[in-house]
C-alpha cells in the first residue's frame, strides 16, 4: 500500500486536502467521509506495454494507495466534498 504525500491548509470557513497521486486521474480515485476523517483510494496498474519492457532501473510506484485524514471534531462531515 503506498501512503500519498498530502498538503492541508485551513481557512475561517474550511479546510483543504491536497493529494499527490501521480498517474492516477480523479475519476479513478474514491474519497470517503467516516467518523470525523477522510479516506482517500485510487491505483496505479501497470499497462501492458510495461510489462514486456527490461528495465535496468525502477523507481516509479504502481499499485494501491491509500490514505487516511483524521478531521477536528468541530468539521461538520456532512458537508465535505470532493473535487
Known amino acids: 500500500m503506498?501512503?500519498?504525500?498530502i498538503d492541508?491548509?485551513?481557512?475561517?470557513?474550511?479546510f483543504k486536502i491536497e493529494v499527490e497521486v501521480p498517474g492516477?486521474?480523479?475519476e479513478s480515485l474514491k474519497v470517503t467521509t467516516e467518523?470525523?476523517?477522510?479516506?482517500i483510494k485510487g491505483e496505479k496498474t501497470v499497462s501492458h506495454k510495461d510489462k514486456d519492457r527490461n528495465y535496468a532501473v525502477r523507481?516509479?510506484?504502481y499499485g494501491a494507495y491509500q490514505r487516511t485524514i483524521p478531521l477536528p471534531e468541530s468539521v461538520d462531515?456532512?458537508?465535505a466534498k470532493a473535487s
Open 24 to 26: 492516477i486521474g480523479p
Open 35 to 39: 467518523s470525523h476523517a477522510v479516506t
Open 77 to 79: 462531515i456532512e458537508k
Open 59 to 61: 523507481e516509479i510506484a
Open 2 to 5: 503506498i501512503t500519498p504525500s
Open 8 to 14: 492541508i491548509t485551513e481557512s475561517k470557513d474550511f
